[in-house]
């Protein structure tokens, strides 16, 4: 049926066909919307597993890791692949970093002048000692 006919020239029949194909189309949009949710969603979880272990492991939240390995199992990933994922992160994320004499008293001093919050964010931005490792 062609599609630029006026509705008003179509018989009942045609019009219940049309609205017919209609609804199946609508129907099968939807599905292939959720669908694509559903796959993205998937996908950006699976992406995002590593970072979460990572940090789950690095708060020692050994529930939360228990889940988070079960969870990898289910989707078909192998126990070596978990492995060389977390492997893979720690060497992006953790950097180790030997500080001298002058830093630890650059980072006393600064924590001395500005405390704690100016220490953090000098930590974050140019690499000064933490807190953690000052205090």
Request: charged share 15%.
């Amino acid at each position: 049926m062609a599609l630029h006919i006026r509705y008003q020239l179509l018989s009942m029949i045609q019009l219940a066909e049309l609205a017919h194909s209609l609804r199946a189309q609508i129907n099968n949009l939807k599905l292939s919307s959720l669908n694509d949710t559903h796959r993205i969603s998937n996908t950006l979880a699976r992406l995002n597993t590593p970072n979460v272990l990572l940090m789950t492991l690095g708060k020692h939240d050994m529930p939360c890791v228990h889940h988070l390995i079960s969870a990898a199992c289910r989707h078909g990933d192998s126990v070596h692949a978990i492995l060389k994922h977390l492997g893979k992160d720690v060497k992006m994320v953790y950097k180790p970093r030997g500080y001298t004499q002058d830093d630890l008293e650059i980072a006393d001093l600064i924590y001395c002048l500005g405390g704690k919050q100016l220490l953090v964010a000098l930590n974050c931005h140019l690499g000064l000692l933490s807190c953690c490792l000052l205090i």
